[in-house]
Every structure is written in structure tokens, then in C-alpha cells.
């Protein structure tokens, strides 16, 4: 099994810890005991004095954390004072909560950052913007996950969320990283109802010069069966669905994407490897509630977080971390190629809250 993001995107939440240049096997950032050197070491925050950040996980940071400045200046506003006091934590309260932390995780940070303060005898209020920036920080880590494709071939995916999260558009740099790694990778335009849908997921695949399977009306667990079908038969490495989007209080369509997995499942028994939900970031609280309604009625695997450039709500993956804590595989800030990249739980809480 492998990983090409470390490659693709030079750094970011690989746990491997690996040096760049090769895709490196993959390990679960969580699995502590398997690889603990290689967690410490993850951080592209430690690495950037011994290795060059490259410029387009650079320049997505800088869009990182001008995205969560409108999210961050309020937090940060807290620490100006002078003095660690009741009225500093009740600030601190205020601030995680209007960020859309949610009350579990913003009542779990709160607890973490007094026990900090208390163990680093802390005085100052400055030092304690750090200590929260520790503890946000191990509070997402359990989201920290490389997608790892090849344990089968294809890699079979399947990409929902609401309508305008940023499925196809994610999908489409996620086809280009790949194919650019040399990966082959085929697309099943699984909405068959919007022809815009399919002609986006189309121009993508063009750009990509990558196989797609598209098919106007009909069912979409038809076209997705196909998919999955012709993508074995030609040897690929990634078959990719893109899904219509829906409300998971849409019922009959929520039944629709059950039947897709189902089918899935009918053209490749292990499959689908990966049930991917895309979330647009600047829906704050409702994104977490996404999460679990997804979650509940198909099993997620990973998310995708989109639209964190502008966001006065970057709070919720904490309050993904605490409720639901299904791994980030990458964060979008914005419409190009390079707006796509692995998450980092410690580069986050850094370009939340420095
Ligand atoms: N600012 C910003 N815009 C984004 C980002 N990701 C996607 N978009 C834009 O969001 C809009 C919707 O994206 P789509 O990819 O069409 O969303 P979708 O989920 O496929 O939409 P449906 O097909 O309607 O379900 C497009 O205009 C995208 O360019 C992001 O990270 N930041």
C-alpha cells in the first residue's frame, strides 16, 4: 500500500514522517506504537527549519491562514490582556464558541488549557495563546490520516455531501494530483440527473487526460457499477465516484446513495474502500451535523473540508474531533489545484491561532 500525497504534496498530514521524494508506505498517524518516531517528526511546522516547505503547500498555508484570520483574530483577541483570569477563560469560552467549536470540544479545551497553564505555571496570557495552540492541536490529531490507495486495485471511492460543498471540484484536483503521480485513475459521474455536474466532472477529467464514465438520466448505481466494472478490467489504479448532491434529510436520496455503496460493493466485494464526504468549512456547526448524518447512514471514511478561505467558523474541526472524529484527508481553500492539501492537525491549530 502507498501513499502519493507526502509526494504530491510535500508534507502536511503524512504521518510517515518519510523523506518526500518517494510515495512511502502508509501509516496511520494514530497507530502511535507502529511508528512513533515518524509521528513526531510529522509536523511540516518542525520540518520547515530543516527542509524547504515547497512553494505550493507554501503558498496554500499563507491561504490557510489568511482563510482563519477572521476565525483566529477573535481568539487571539482574548490573549492581549494582562492577566490568566476567570474573565480571560470566559472570554476564551465565548470566542471557541462563536467560532463554531461546539460546546463538548470548546468545555474539553477549556479543561486541557487550565490543566496546561497550571503544569507550565504559565503567567502570562501570551504564553497561554501557546499552551491552547498544544492542546487544539492534540485535539485534532486523531483527524490526521493520509489516503492511502493500492492495498486494492482499483482503489475504489465514493464522494457525497450536500449540494455545492465542492464534490466535483474537489474530485477534479484530487484526479489531477493523482494522475500526475502517475496513478490511473477512472471517474464515474454518478450524478446522471444535473448535465452540468457531468460536464464539470467531464472538463476535469479532460484536463487530467483521465477515463471518465458518464451516462445522461438512468441510475447512478448503474453507471457507478459500470465504473467500478471497467475500471478493474483496464487495470486502474483509483476508480473515483462522483455522487449527486443531497440533504441528509432527503431521505429517498440518502436510500439512493445507500443502494450506490450496496452496488459498489456487488461489482467488488471489498469495495468501496473509501466513503468520502465533502464538507463546505464555512457552514460551521451544520457541517458537524453533516458529518453525522452521513456517517450514520453510509459509514464515512474520511472527509474533505472545504472553503476554509474566509471563514469565521474554523472552530468546527475541533468539534469534529470531539464528536465524530472521522480523518481529514485534505482541506480546500479555494478553486485552484494547488487550494487542495493533506490536513496537519498542529500546521491547523498553528495557522488558527499564530
Ligand atoms: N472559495 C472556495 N470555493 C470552492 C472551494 N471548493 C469548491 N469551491 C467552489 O464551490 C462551488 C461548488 O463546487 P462544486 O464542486 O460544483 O460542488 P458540488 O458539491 O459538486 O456541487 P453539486 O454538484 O451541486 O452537488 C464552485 O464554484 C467551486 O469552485 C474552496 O475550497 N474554496
Redesign the pocket.
Known amino acids: 500500500m502507498f501513499s502519493f500525497f507526502k509526494k504530491k504534496f510535500g508534507g502536511g498530514s503524512s504521518a510517515e514522517g518519510a523523506p518526500a521524494a518517494e510515495p512511502v508506505v502508509s501509516v496511520p498517524p494514530q497507530s502511535d506504537a507502529a511508528a512513533p518516531a515518524v509521528v513526531e517528526s510529522a509536523s511540516p511546522a518542525l520540518a520547515a527549519s530543516k527542509e524547504e516547505v515547497p512553494a505550493p503547500r507554501k503558498s496554500w498555508l499563507d491561504k490557510l491562514r489568511q482563510g482563519l484570520r477572521k476565525t483566529g483574530s477573535s481568539i487571539a483577541q482574548v490573549f492581549t490582556g494582562t492577566q490568566i483570569d476567570d474573565a480571560l477563560y470566559e472570554e476564551l469560552e465565548a470566542a471557541l464558541l462563536m467560532a463554531d467549536t461546539g460546546v463538548k470540544a470548546t468545555e474539553f479545551l477549556l479543561e486541557d488549557l487550565k490543566r496546561r497553564v497550571k503544569e507550565g505555571k504559565a503567567t502570562e496570557p501570551a504564553a497561554v495563546r501557546g499552551l491552547l495552540i498544544d492542546a487544539l492541536a492534540e485535539l485534532l490529531k486523531p483527524l490526521q490520516k493520509s489516503l492511502a490507495i493500492g492495498a486494492s486495485q482499483p482503489t475504489v471511492m465514493m464522494v457525497v455531501?450536500?449540494?455545492?460543498?465542492?464534490?466535483?471540484?474537489?474530485?477534479?484536483k484530487l484526479t489531477r494530483h493523482l494522475a500526475e503521480a502517475n496513478a490511473k485513475v477512472l471517474l464515474a459521474a454518478a450524478?446522471t440527473f444535473?448535465a452540468a455536474?457531468r460536464e464539470?466532472l467531464a472538463v476535469w477529467a479532460d484536463r487530467a487526460q483521465v477515463e471518465i464514465v458518464s451516462q445522461e438520466g438512468g441510475d447512478p448505481s448503474a453507471v457507478t457499477f459500470d465504473a467500478v466494472v471497467a475500471g478493474r478490467a483496464r487495470n486502474c489504479d483509483v476508480v473515483i465516484a462522483?455522487t449527486?448532491?443531497r440533504l441528509p434529510t432527503q431521505l429517498h436520496l440518502m436510500e439512493e446513495l445507500k443502494k450506490i455503496k450496496r452496488v459498489i460493493g456487488k461489482a467488488e466485494a471489498s469495495a468501496p474502500h473509501e466513503v468520502l464526504l465533502?464538507v463546505d468549512g464555512n457552514t460551521g456547526q451544520n457541517a458537524l451535523n453533516q458529518v453525522k448524518s452521513f456517517d450514520d447512514a453510509l459509514g464515512l471514511t474520511g472527509l474533505i473540508i472545504?472553503?476554509?478561505?474566509?471563514t469565521a467558523k474554523g472552530g468546527v474541526l475541533a468539534a469534529i474531533a470531539r464528536e465524530r472524529a472521522i480523518p481529514v484527508y485534505f482541506i480546500?481553500?479555494?478553486?485552484k489545484l494547488e487550494?487542495?492539501q493533506t490536513f496537519d492537525a498542529r500546521e491547523f491549530a498553528q495557522a488558527l491561532l499564530e
Do not use: C, H, M, P
Not at 161 to 172: D, E, R
Not at 306 to 310: A, F, N, Q, V
Not at 332 to 335: D, F, I, P, Y
Open positions: 455531501g450536500v449540494n455545492g460543498a465542492g464534490k466535483t471540484t474537489s474530485i477534479g450524478d444535473r455536474a464539470q462522483d449527486a448532491g465533502v472545504t472553503k476554509l478561505d474566509g480546500g481553500v479555494g478553486e487550494d487542495l
